[in-house]
């Protein structure tokens, strides 16, 4: 779904990449609420030493392998951020916190059934300094991916698997900005409806060829290309 363009001058403006010349002079400065990032820091890290997860075999079901993991979840646990500044170093603080990780693990056997093993929780502590002029927990923030990065069958029927994580730990409070703008965004197009039908469908398709193409649509006169 497309945003609708918005004429300013010469111009359209519209959100996306822009293109250099094409950025038009704002039409007013307004003051917005918004969340700033003060500070912030990214890491990775490898949970290399998860407790092992128990498999219960299907009945008849030979060979299980280990496949891949889904679902994987990181929480923050409570009590939540821990802020205590720091009295050499103004503005700055400590911040410690624990996070879970739950995660699926899918097992394939021999003729192809895939069995969904729930894993075995794992938990990692954060211990970092940021730059938070406001030492407030609320004002930290984070954000994390995860991926399996080895997954392994035991001849016990336990699985072990070593997980991957990028996290991003943020120092964020709400200010009032002062920004160039550009004026209200227009309305949006229409929602597009999902079809409810094979009929609604069809009535939206493009209309098809009617006719074979010709000898020069396939091979070009005169050594075109």
Known sequence: ?????????????????????????PTEIV??????????????????????SVLVPLVGKTNP?????????ITLLPPGFTVTPLPDRPGFVRIQATFQVTYDIVVKYSDGTEQ?????????????????????????????KAECLFGRVNTDNTINVIIGIFIILKAVITVQLLIPSFGFCPTPPE?????ANVCDEF???????????????????????
């Not at 929602?191 to 079809?195: I, N």
């Open 1 to 25: 779904m497309a945003f609708n363009a918005k004429t300013i001058g010469s111009l359209q403006v519209v959100p996306g990449p822009v293109e250099p010349g094409q950025f038009p002079e």
């Open 31 to 52: 003051c917005i609420v918004a969340d700033k990032v003060y500070d912030a820091c990214s890491q990775r890290i490898c949970l290399d030493n998860i407790a092992t």
């Open 116 to 144: 969904i093993v729930t894993g075995t929780p794992t938990t990692f502590t954060k211990d970092i300094v940021l730059y938070l002029p406001e030492p407030d927990p609320n004002n930290v923030k984070f954000e994390a």
């Open 65 to 73: 392998q280990f496949d891949r993991c889904e679902n994987i979840t």
């Open 191 to 195: 929602c597009e409806e999902f079809p």
């Open 203 to 225: 009535m939206h398709r493009p209309f098809p060829d009617m006719f074979p193409p010709q000898l020069w649509d396939i091979i070009p006169p005169y050594g075109g290309k």
